[in-house]
């Protein structure tokens, strides 16, 4: 089975904290992404990277950055927490951009 | 015109009806049809992934794909509480990523 491991369930960070947030795929697959899920406005992407230390923006990148320097290990980093950032953050990883993603068990982060 | 569009619900259902969920989409494109499942706050888990029109069934759950209509359909056949949750569907191939609907809240009543 394919297995997507999210390193937090839930965390609490305060406005202008950098936060790190990591996922760790064993599937050996190219391509891994972010996506934030908010109520009412289903999943929306905010980085991909189709190999190690390749990266693509996605609909909303701003306020965020990424690491990839391993194929298993991708990387969501917010610069300066703010209260908008809110949210449940998913990673998910497939064999191709294109078809079926396995996604983590998602990390509910809260900025207070 | 969003690429998936997918009614958000919430559908309420006594257990043991038969759930019909729907997407559809706009890119001719598209070849992957995928439908999710996610119970509340955990990650989406797979549920169904077909590549071509017709039906494919894994017990009491069916996709179905009318790529001439551009329209997908999720059936659940006697609908447990335990199938309560949030079911997306995702849409993807032709060089596009995956693209998601805003999912359907689906409630099984005892």
């Known amino acids: 089975d394919v297995k997507v491991t999210q390193s937090s369930r839930y965390l609490v960070k305060r406005t202008g904290e950098k936060v790190f947030l990591e996922c760790v795929q064993d599937?050996?697959?190219?391509?891994m992404f972010w996506y934030r899920q908010d109520p009412g406005l289903g999943l929306r992407l905010i980085y991909f990277s189709y190999d190690v230390k390749m990266k693509e923006k996605g609909d909303i990148p701003e306020g965020y950055s990424v690491s990839r320097e391993k194929k298993e290990r991708f990387s969501l980093i917010l610069e300066s927490a703010s209260t908008n950032q809110t949210s449940m953050y998913l990673c998910?990883?497939?064999?191709?951009?294109?078809?079926?993603?396995?996604f983590g068990q998602g990390t509910r982060l809260t900025v207070v | 015109q969003k690429e998936v569009e997918q009614d958000p619900g919430p559908l309420s259902v006594p257990e043991g009806a038969i759930v019909s969920l729907n997407c559809t989409y706009s890119?001719?494109?598209?070849?992957?049809f995928m439908w999710y499942r996610q119970y509340s706050r955990k990650g989406p888990e797979l549920l169904m992934y077909?590549?071509?029109?017709g039906n494919k069934e894994d017990g009491r759950f069916t996709a179905q794909v009318d790529k001439s209509s551009k329209y997908i359909s999720l059936f659940i056949r006697d609908s447990q509480p335990s199938d309560s949750a949030t079911y997306l569907c995702a849409i993807g191939g032709g060089g596009n990523k995956l693209t998601f609907g805003t999912g359907t809240q689906l409630k099984v009543e005892l």
């Open positions: 998910a990883s497939t064999i191709r951009a294109d078809t079926e993603a396995f």
């Open positions: 599937m050996d697959h190219e391509n």
């Open positions: 077909t590549y071509s029109s």
């Open positions: 890119n001719s494109a598209f070849q992957y």
